[in-house]
């Protein structure tokens, strides 16, 4: 592979894709979009809770380009171009099943049982290594008791929660012990051998907590959640990433640009 300096990692919903498709912000899109074209040394990779078939809509839908690269299913899946069309990473794919310890979702499913104010998404949004959950409110207050039930059935889990303030619920995602949206950026970054300073997170929920304290330049999107803002800032001191962590003051696309101009990875 070409040597390239920057790689943008990011998150689409809410991050690249704008939560209300309004003209103002399709036309943030395009602005962004215009960028990335005048910067052909910036590799591009789109790193969701969709699966892949929802990722490809999703950025067709708003016009954002293909990427170098697909992580699907909050990091638990790595989807690599080739040929035109993307490919699932079978290396990727072999330590997820490792991480899982032989798990299936049913197992994950019968050790969590039925939890008041939970209740499974829909099965188009489960994957071969991700449980998924909606929760009434913000998910944090039932990490304890899932884990707790995890725990009683002797399976070693990740629970990753975060909240979707346009649906008003939360999202609880079961992964493999070790693995969130870190997991593959780290991946991502020694695949592509950009420099760790020359790769740039940006996301706006609480899956995307832990790519941002990963120690890679960091893009916090303007509408992103304010407990995840206030979680950052708290983290990041004691850790000596603060100055790795950037705040944008736009939403969307637009808090996109605003800091990858930032950090430098864009022509202003």
Wanted: aromatic share 8%.
């Amino acid at each position: 592979m070409t040597m390239r300096p920057y790689l943008l990692a990011s998150d689409l919903d809410g991050t690249l894709i704008p939560t209300h498709r309004s003209a103002q912000g399709l036309r943030e899109v395009a602005e962004l979009v215009d960028a990335f074209q005048a910067n052909q040394q910036l590799l591009l990779a789109y790193v969701t809770g969709r699966h892949l078939s929802l990722a490809q809509a999703g950025i067709e839908e708003v016009g954002l380009p293909s990427p170098d690269w697909y992580v699907c299913d909050v990091g638990t899946s790595v989807y690599r171009r080739k040929n035109g069309d993307f490919e699932p990473d079978e290396t990727y794919r072999q330590a997820m099943r490792a991480a899982y310890g032989g798990l299936v979702g049913d197992d994950i499913r019968h050790a969590i049982g039925t939890v008041a104010g939970m209740e499974l998404q829909e099965e188009d949004k489960q994957a071969e290594f991700k449980v998924s959950y909606y929760t009434r409110g913000r998910p944090e207050p039932l990490v304890d008791t899932v884990q707790s039930r995890l725990g009683k059935a002797c399976v070693n889990l990740n629970l990753v929660a975060s909240y979707d303030p346009v649906a008003e619920r939360g999202l609880l995602d079961v992964l493999p012990a070790g693995i969130a949206k870190d997991y593959a950026v780290r991946y991502l970054q020694r695949q592509s051998g950009v420099d760790e300073q020359h790769l740039v997170y940006a996301g706006d929920s609480g899956n995307d907590r832990a790519a941002m304290l990963a120690g890679y330049p960091a893009i916090v999107v303007g509408n992103a959640d304010d407990a995840l803002k206030k979680d950052l800032v708290t983290e990041s001191a004691p850790r000596g990433l603060a100055d790795q962590i950037y705040f944008a003051e736009h939403a969307s696309a637009r808090g996109v640009l605003e800091g990858l101009r930032h950090f430098g990875a864009l022509k202003r």
